[in-house]
């Protein structure tokens, strides 16, 4: 009799835990897709995925609400955990920004997540040949970087281009160079997020400044031509 209480008390104790754990079990798997899906929307390896669920970043919105404070996750923060690809790292973040509705106005999502080149805009050629740095074009992509939007999106963000990351991460050594390719990204960044809150409706002073920037006008002019 005893031993068929306790055979009955294992059978009862198993019914009522074995939902719970696959409850558990089950939005485990959800966020841990939801991570995935967000990796993948941007174009991006699947093994970031694996980056960020190794390193405690389990939760795409614990991340959606760190990136909405002061304790953003940072660039540094996801070369840390071996993400080395300095393009990659920036869409990762804007993608967080976006999802917690850090920008004012819509982004280009189709280009600025972009993993290939579009030989008819080829708006990141136009960038560095309009300041005579065309050299630099095969460095700008194998660091991730495809077209000069992404690049104006992350001057803006929480994030954005920073002298050491051209000199460390990409590998640029000519200061004078870094200098002028920051000072272009600064004012054409400026230029495309006008562009972009014109399109939003949200800006209608941007037809007006197209070409009032200075010394390297030129440069920017090339970049509003898309």
Do not use: W
Not at 54 to 67: A, P, R, Y
């Amino acid at each position: 009799i005893v031993q068929s209480l306790t055979t009955s008390h294992s059978i009862n104790k198993e019914q009522y835990e074995s939902p719970l754990l696959l409850s558990k079990s089950s939005k485990s798997l959800d966020k841990k897709t939801e991570l995935c899906n967000f990796i993948t929307e941007i174009n991006l390896p699947m093994i970031y995925g694996n980056y960020l669920l190794d390193n405690g970043f389990d939760d795409l919105e614990v991340l959606i609400s760190l990136t909405k404070n002061s304790i953003a996750l940072s660039n540094q923060n996801l070369k840390d955990i071996g993400i080395t690809v300095p393009g990659d790292r920036a869409k990762i973040l804007i993608h967080l920004e976006e999802m917690a509705g850090n920008f004012p106005f819509i982004l280009e999502k189709d280009i600025i997540y972009s993993n290939k080149i579009d030989e008819n805009k080829n708006s990141l050629y136009k960038f560095l040949t309009s300041i005579n740095l065309e050299e630099y074009i095969r460095v700008f992509k194998e660091n991730g970087y495809y077209n000069a939007e992404l690049l104006y999106v992350q001057m803006v963000s929480k994030n954005p281009i920073t002298e050491d990351i051209l000199k460390n991460d990409f590998g640029l050594s000519k200061i004078g160079h870094i200098k002028r390719i920051m000072l272009n990204l600064e004012n054409c960044s400026q230029n495309y997020i006008k562009r972009l809150k014109s399109i939003n409706g949200e800006d209608n002073s941007y037809k007006s400044i197209i070409f009032e920037v200075n010394p390297y006008s030129k440069a920017c002019d090339a970049c509003l031509i898309f």
